[in-house]
Each structure stands twice: as C-alpha cells, then as structure tokens.
C-alpha cells in the first residue's frame, strides 16, 4: 500500500506530462474499442444479408458442389427442408436450383443464371424480396411466372409481363426451352445478380433440367448466427442417409464474404498493432523522462537503505496506475461511442443512397456496432500490460544508478 500511495504521488508530479500520457493511452483505447466494435457490427450485418439471400448459415450440398457449381451434382429433397426446419434454432431451410441457361426476347439474348426458389419460404427472410410489391412476387412453384433482374431485364427490352424463353440442359444432355412470363423486377444492387439472375418457381425449374424432386442447395437460416458451431454437426448427421450430401458452413459456401472480411479484419488488426506501439513509445518516454528527473532522489534512497528492487517495484507500481486509469478512462469513452453506435447508428445513406456492397453482398448503409465485451476488457488489460512492459527498462535503469554519482546529479 505504501508503495502504491508513493507510486501515485510520484505520477502527478508532473500533472501535465502525466495528463498527455494518459489522454494518449485513453483515446488509443477508446479508438481501438470503439472501431473494433463497429466492426463487429458491421461484420454481423454483412453475414445476416448474406446468408439470407445466399447460402445461408449453414448449406447442404451434394459432394463438391459448393466448389465446382456442377450442375449434376444435385440430391434429393425427399422432406430434407422440412426436417430441418423442425430443429430448435432454425428459422427457415430454403431449397434451391440453380441452372445456368440463356434467356431470349423477340430482341435480345443473354446468357442467366436460373434459380429455383420455394416463393413462401423465401418470401420470409431473403432481403432481396423485400422491396418486391406483393402483386410482382411469383406465387406458384410450378408456374411460369419469373423474377428477372433489372439489369437484364433492360438488355433483352422486356417489361413486366412481356414473355421470354429460357433455354438449359436437360439431365440427359439434350436441351430444353421454356416460355416464361416476367412477373417482376429483381433490384439487389449486385451488377452480376440484378445482370443475369432469373428466379422462378423450384418445381419448374426442376422439371426443365429433367430432375424433378431434386435440389442443388438447401440453405438453412439460423435464429442466431452463434448457434452454428453446435447446429452445424447436429444437421450434418440429419443428411447422413442421403449419399454424399454434407452441411458445410457458411464461410465454405461463401468464400468471397469470408475471404473479404478476413483481409479487411486482417488490416484492422494491422493498424490496431501500429497504435498500440505508438503508445508503448510514449509510456517508455514518459516512464524514462520521470527517471531521469529523479535520479538525485533515487541517489538519496539507495543512500539511506533502499534496495534497487524497491525501485524497480516503485516504478512498476507507477506504470501500474498509469495503465489502470488509461484502461477506466478509455472504456468508459470507448463504451460510451459504442452505446451511441448501437442505438443510432453511423448513417452513410445521404452518401451511399444505393446501400454498400462489399465481398458480393449488399447491407444496409446505416452501420451499426455490436457489443463485444470479452475484446473490450482483453484490449483494456492489453493496455495495462504494454504499460508494465514499457516500464522495464525505466525501472532497470533507476535501480542501476550509483548512489554517489546520483547525488551528486544536478
């Protein structure tokens, strides 16, 4: 106690220079929790929107399908959807087709990518859908109806209900054509979907590729993303009598989201380095110019008795308290930011009216931060450790000075 009380005396002795360090290690803190925050929402935001319209938090796929997109490699629903969406913690298990093909107008041509969708099950969690009015979205699995994307539906020059033929391979080589009727507008904001993307009913397009009761993909939405870990082995042995058919997650089946946010994570984490040694530099200076200042003193305590461990342990002590108000001061700024992101929100809209895209999704323009409480308290105790670690060479050096040469320092 003696020592702590020594140690905070000594730390205002210079109040100004003590007030700079501790502004510097406190907004260093409040920036590196604050940013990482947002990030973490942010982060959050992009796998909910992409999940919901892609893959899902967990996708089933036969055998390599989630790689090589081979349109053969398709399985039988058989009640598979409906099981699944029977397990605790899962919203919706949507099966899909997907058919590459060629749609054509009176005009033009373009090469697609047709989707089967289940429209009811969709309707409930894809984003995409939610700007859809209720008199554009298709009904009938089996029916003719199509969603067309914008993009393409300007390139062949149709409007809504205007027909058009889609073309794919049958199952058994041969080609097939279809005439179907544009029901409504796909708007997603993505140039590749909204360029080629054409979704109509599953039965329908599992019966053009000559696969009726098949699917290529079973996403299955979570009520929670943190329910994958343990939901991921439990699915995966629902699908275990159905022949090579797998649940990998999400970050498998969506490698351009995953590989996105690992390199913009890996960036963050690069800058957040660069910081935390900026203000290890500081703390070093400012530990070592509190040293130098009191070497007479420390002359006089070696003098009367005072061992060079008990120096190095006042020292330590002071770095101790340096880092413990750096750590208050910057949580409760950091916490305070972090509140004020969650509630209201980093609003881009006035600049990205269109909405972000980014790794091929995209998420609201209002960014929101997460709380993510066990990273706030690591990067408080971080910081209370660089201070301690700054303080070695400080506390070495004051218990190596000479008493004699010390006194007679001016």
């Not at 750096?326 to 969650?342: E, I, N, S």
Request: neutral net charge; proline residues 5%.
């Amino acid at each position: 106690m003696d020592l702590l009380s020594l140690a905070w005396k000594n730390l205002w002795r210079n109040r100004r220079r003590t007030l700079i360090t501790l502004s510097a290690l406190g907004l260093s803190l409040f920036l590196l929790q604050t940013f990482h925050n947002l990030s973490f929402g942010v982060y959050a935001q992009m796998v909910d929107s992409g999940v919901r319209a892609g893959s899902g938090h967990i996708a089933l796929y036969r055998g390599d399908y989630a790689q090589s997109r081979d349109e053969q490699l398709s399985f039988a629903e058989a009640g598979l959807s409906a099981a699944l969406a029977r397990e605790p913690g899962v919203r919706a298990a949507l099966p899909r087709v997907y058919l590459p093909g060629l749609a054509q107008s009176s005009r033009e041509s373009r090469g697609i990518l047709l989707m089967g969708i289940d429209p009811a099950a969709e309707a409930e969690v894809n984003p995409f859908w939610k700007n859809l009015p209720e008199e554009e979205r298709i009904a009938d699995p089996e029916g003719r109806e199509a969603l067309v994307g914008s993009r393409l539906l300007k390139e062949l020059k149709l409007d809504i209900g205007n027909k058009f033929v889609v073309t794919v391979q049958h199952r058994d080589g041969e080609l097939t054509s279809e005439l179907l009727r544009v029901r409504g507008v796909l708007r997603t904001g993505l140039k590749e979907i909204d360029g080629s993307m054409v979704m109509v009913g599953r039965q329908r397009a599992a019966a053009m590729a000559g696969i009726p009761g098949e699917i290529h993909e079973l996403a299955v939405i979570l009520e929670r993303a943190g329910d994958q870990s343990p939901l991921l082995p439990k699915l995966a042995a629902l699908a275990e009598k159905y022949p090579q058919v797998r649940a990998v997650p999400w970050e498998v089946a969506m490698p351009n989201l995953s590989d996105a946010i690992r390199l913009d994570y890996a960036g963050q984490k690069f800058i957040f380095a660069v910081i935390l040694l900026i203000v290890t530099i500081g703390v070093v200076n400012t530990l070592l110019m509190t040293v130098m200042e009191r070497i007479r003193e420390f002359g006089v305590l070696l003098a009367i008795g005072a061992t060079p461990g008990r120096l190095r342990l006042m020292i330590w002590h002071e770095a101790l308290l340096l880092g413990l108000l750096a750590m208050v001061l910057g949580t409760l700024l950091g916490a305070a930011a972090t509140w004020y992101l969650v509630e209201q929100g980093l609003d881009l809209r006035t600049l990205l009216p269109a909405g972000l895209e980014f790794g091929g999704v995209v998420f609201d323009p209002v960014l929101r931060a997460a709380w993510d409480l066990p990273w706030m308290a690591r990067m408080g105790l971080y910081v209370v450790g660089l201070c301690l670690l700054a303080s070695i060479y400080p506390a070495i050096k004051a218990a190596r000075i000479p008493p004699a040469e010390a006194m007679r320092h001016r």
